[in-house]
């Protein structure tokens, strides 16, 4: 059984629902990204996403584009994110999920990436950029290396479509809440509890939700359908403006408590 299945199944026992934080590297300060992992998994998140900072982040709003520029200038390289993780995972066993787009895939070399990905510790990841009807190989190295691979459900997908999304996910799908690029928002469409349920009536695995969602009354309605949340916009806000480790670590465990 993976970490994330493990995750999924511990805070189902404790009927509880796993909110799943995503960080920026080395975003607001160099040396920030594994005591932050740590902070955040004390403060009671189920897993973290971290993204691969990108000059182009096609589905990330200005928020989260912001941050990956100053991650950029810090040193967040694709393989100083591999040298995070692989320092991470020698501390603690939360699930570990890399966000990130093809291309800087494609130029660190699909077979070296997964191969260094597995043995830093990654647990699962998500290539937005990246159609699930061209990936067949990304999902191949996957499964050789031991990898979750996570697709994304928009509110747009059909119902057959959300059926193959299920299919072809490792251990859960994510649900893109909105159609468009992330950022915290203070309301999503009429439609969306429509949607969860669809999602809900599709899938077998468990599904989380993402894109917009910034506070406590958010997490508690869409946890009422599914089985967590991921915060990225709000948090990346909730601590721009620190400017040491210590003061990050404050505020985001601060942000992630405000969400239980």
């Given at each position: 059984m993976s970490r994330i299945q493990e995750q999924f199944q511990h805070f189902s026992s404790i009927k509880k629902s796993v909110i799943i934080?995503?960080?920026?590297?080395?975003?607001?300060?160099?040396?920030?990204?594994?005591?932050?992992?740590?902070?955040?998994e004390a403060a009671g998140a189920g897993m973290i996403e971290?993204?691969?900072?990108?000059?182009?982040?096609?589905?990330?709003?200005?928020?989260?584009?912001?941050?990956?520029?100053?991650?950029?200038?810090?040193?967040?390289?694709?393989?100083k994110v591999l040298d995070?993780?692989?320092?991470?995972?020698?501390?603690?066993?939360?699930?570990?999920?890399?966000?990130?787009?093809?291309?800087?895939?494609?130029?660190?070399?699909?077979?070296?990436?997964?191969?260094?990905?597995?043995?830093?510790?990654?647990?699962?990841?998500?290539?937005?950029?990246?159609?699930?009807?061209?990936?067949?190989e990304f999902r191949a190295l996957c499964v050789k290396h031991g990898i979750s691979s996570i697709f994304l459900i928009a509110p747009t997908s059909s119902d057959e479509r959300i059926r193959?999304?299920?299919?072809?996910?490792?251990?859960?799908?994510?649900?893109?809440?909105?159609?468009?690029v992330t950022g915290a928002r203070t309301a999503f469409g009429g439609n969306f509890d429509e949607f969860l349920v669809r999602v809900k009536l599709h899938t077998k695995k468990p599904f989380v939700v993402g894109f917009g969602i910034r506070g406590k009354e958010q997490v508690d309605h869409i946890l009422?359908?599914?089985?967590?949340?991921?915060?990225?916009?709000?948090?990346?806000?909730?601590?721009?403006?620190?400017?040491?480790?210590?003061?990050?670590n404050t505020a985001a465990a601060a942000f992630i408590s405000s969400l239980k």
């Open positions: 934080p995503y960080i920026t590297p080395e975003f607001p300060v160099k040396g920030v990204s594994v005591p932050l992992i740590l902070a955040l971290v993204g691969i900072p990108f000059s182009d982040p096609l589905a990330d709003g200005p928020i989260i584009q912001h941050s990956s520029e100053i991650a950029i200038r810090n040193g967040a390289t694709l393989t995070i993780v692989k320092e991470a995972r020698t501390k603690t066993s939360i699930p570990l999920i890399l966000m990130g787009y093809v291309n800087p895939i494609i130029h660190y070399g699909f077979d070296r990436f997964f191969a260094d990905a597995a043995a830093a510790g990654v647990d699962g990841l998500i290539i937005p950029d990246l159609p699930p009807e061209e990936s067949e193959y999304i299920d299919e072809i996910s490792t251990d859960f799908t994510y649900c893109v809440s909105v159609t468009g009422l359908t599914a089985n967590g949340v991921v915060v990225g916009s709000a948090l990346i806000q909730a601590i721009a403006g620190c400017t040491s480790v210590g003061d990050v």
